[in-house]
C-alpha cells in the first residue's frame, strides 16, 4: 500500500468518498425501466397493496445488457430493494418465502458476478445509494438525497445519509495509510504520529457527524418502520429455513441483512491500530469475521492487505515515546469514543423502542429477543459491548 493510487486501483477506495461508490449512478438502459419503477415506488405501492403483484409480473430480464461497475451496483441496489420489499411487505405475519424466478435469477446472477450475496447489503443502501441535489455543491446531508426508499417518510434519507457521511469523515484517514506504511518502514517516529494525530481528527469529525443523527431519524420511525426491510434471514424466526431463490436452488438460503457492520472503515481502524476483536469473545469475532463476506471483495482484500503489513502498534510498544504512545492512545481512545456513543445509539434506536413496543402489546411481558437483535442477526448489547471492551483493551499503559 505504498501509494493512493494503488489503494484506490487495486482496493476500489476513493481518495474522497473512501470505500463509498463514487457517483453512483441513478439511470440502466432502457429496458431495465421495470426495475427501475418498481424500486422508486415502493412506498406507495407498498401502501396500496400492490408491490407483490407487480414484482410477479415483472419479465425476466438478462442482466447482460448492464455495462461496467457502476452499472452492476446500481441494478444490484435496485433489485435489494425491490427483495425486501416483496418478502418483508407491510412487516405483519405475511412474510414471503419464495423470491419468484423473474428477480431471483437475476439477482443471483449479478450478485455471483460482484461476489457479494444475494441480499439488501450495506455496501447497497449506503455506499451505493447517494446522489448530490446540486452536483457542484458540497457533499452535505442539506445537499444529498438517496436514490430509493423505503417506507417510513424520511428515515430512509436519515439513516443511510448519516451512515455515509460518518464513513466518508472517518474514510478520510485512509489517506494517512502510505506516510504511516512509509514511517514504518524508514523507522520514522515524528512522521507516524503526525499521521495518528490525522486520524484522530478524522475520527472525531466522525463522530461529530454521528451525533446529529438524533435530529434526523425518529427512533420509533425506524425501529417500527425501517428496520423491518433491512432484517435478513439468517436467525431469523420468521423465516427459520431462510429464503428460496426460485429458478436458482430448490433449497433456501439464509443471508444476513444490512448493517454497518458490513462497513469496512471500523474494521480497517481495528486492524490498522492492532485492536485485535479476534482477542476477545469468539462469537463477537466470527461475526465481524463473517461481515466480511458482505463487503465488496476488492475491500475485503484491502483489509487482508492491511493485515499482512507492518504493525503499528508493535512499532509503538518498540519506541516507548510518551508522545507518540499518547497519539496511538488517543487514536484507540478515539474509536471507543465512537462505539461509546453507538451504544447510546443502538440505546435509544433500538433497546427503547422495543420495550415501549412491548408493553403496548404486552405489558407484563419481557421484551421479546427477536427484537432486540440487529438487523445483522446479533445479541445486540453483548455483542457491541464485547466489541468496545475489546477496542479499551487495546490502550497502551503509560508510566
Ligand atoms: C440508528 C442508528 C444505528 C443503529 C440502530 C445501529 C445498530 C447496530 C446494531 C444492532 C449492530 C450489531 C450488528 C447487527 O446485528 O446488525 C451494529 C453494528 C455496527 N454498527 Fe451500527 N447502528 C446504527 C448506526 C450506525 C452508524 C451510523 C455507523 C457508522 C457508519 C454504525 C457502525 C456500526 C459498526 C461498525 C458495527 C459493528 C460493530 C463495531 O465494529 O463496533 N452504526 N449497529
Redesign the pocket.
Known sequence: MKSLEEISKKYHVDEHVGFALPNPLEELPLRYDPWISIAKNIPDLIENGELRAEVEKLPMISIDGLSGHRQQRLARLVLGYITMAYVWYKGDEDVRKVLPSNIAIPYCELSEKLGLPPILLYADCVLANWKKIDPEGPMSYENMDVLFSFPGGDCTKA?FL??LL??IEAAKAINNIPSIFKALDHQDQDALQKALLHIISCLHNAKEE?EK?RGR?DPDQ?FNVLRIYLAGWKGNSQLPDGLQYEGVSDKPEMFAGG???Q?S???CFDVLLGIKQSAGEPSAAAF?QEMRTYMPPAHQKFLQSLESGPSVRDFVLSEKDDSLTKAYNDCVQAMVSL?NY?LE??TS??LNPASRQSKKTAPSKETPEMET??????N?MN??KN??GTTEGALLKVD
Open positions: 439513516f448519516t451512515s460518518v464513513e454521528f443523527i431519524l425506524f448493517s454497518a457492520a462497513s472503515i471500523f474494521q465481524l462505539r453507538h445509539i443502538v434506536y433500538i437483535k440487529g438487523t445483522g442477526g446479533t445486540v455483542f457491541l466489541v468496545r
